[in-house]
């Protein structure tokens, strides 16, 4: 039996994805921002778990800015990494960015607005980006580690545990 490796499954999503419409030309080898990417957002910004939330782990992945802008939005902490963790960790008080929310949630406006974080406070919901995911809970990513680095350092500073939700907004086509 032949299986498929990590790289062919982000190949054959990337493709599936442009041949679709679903993103834009310039995807390959991205987090993909897909159509309907505000929409997912929306979802879990409705549901059950995100309203328990206080401080929320968002990636700085396009396809999750309408969910970093709900964090601020609803009142809740950002922390965001750093593209590629260059600059480390970021963290968003909702109340340094009143009006200025969907600015903020932004990569720049995240440098603009928010502080380097120098201690990772306790963390209730990590979003992360995915070129894929299963419905058992695994995720793809681009293939650089960083979102794997990102919630292994989380765990190893104590910000999150086995008991927080690690989620992803992805197309319904990014399940498989």
């Known amino acids: 039996?032949?299986?498929?490796?990590?790289?062919?499954?982000?190949?054959?999503?990337?493709?599936?994805?442009?041949?679709?419409?679903?993103?834009?030309?310039?995807?390959?080898?991205?987090?993909?921002?897909f159509l309907g990417s505000h929409m997912a957002a929306n979802l879990l910004q409705n549901s059950r778990e995100w309203k328990d939330t206080v401080t929320v782990f968002v990636s700085p992945d396009t396809a999750q800015l309408k969910v970093r802008e709900n964090v601020l939005i609803d009142g809740k902490i950002?922390?965001?990494?750093?593209?590629?963790?260059?600059?480390?960790?970021?963290?968003?008080?909702?109340?340094?960015?009143?009006?200025?929310?969907?600015?903020?949630?932004?990569?720049?406006?995240?440098?603009?607005?928010?502080?380097k974080l120098e201690t990772f406070p306790l963390v209730d919901m990590v979003v992360d980006?995915?070129?894929?995911?299963?419905?058992?809970?695994?995720r793809l990513g681009k293939g650089g580690g960083y979102g794997d680095m990102e919630i292994s350092n989380l765990n190893f500073h104590g910000a999150i545990d086995i008991s927080t939700p690690i989620v992803s907004t992805v197309h319904e086509k990014q399940v498989i």
């Open 78 to 115: 950002l922390i965001m990494a750093s593209p590629k963790l260059l600059n480390g960790y970021i963290i968003i008080e909702p109340s340094w960015v009143k009006g200025y929310e969907r600015e903020a949630s932004t990569i720049g406006g995240a440098f603009k607005y928010g502080n």
């Open 129 to 138: 980006g995915s070129v894929a995911v299963d419905k058992h809970g695994g």
């Open 1 to 33: 039996m032949m299986y498929d490796t990590k790289e062919s499954i982000r190949k054959r999503m990337w493709e599936l994805l442009e041949r679709e419409g679903i993103t834009g030309s310039n995807s390959y080898g991205r987090i993909p921002d």
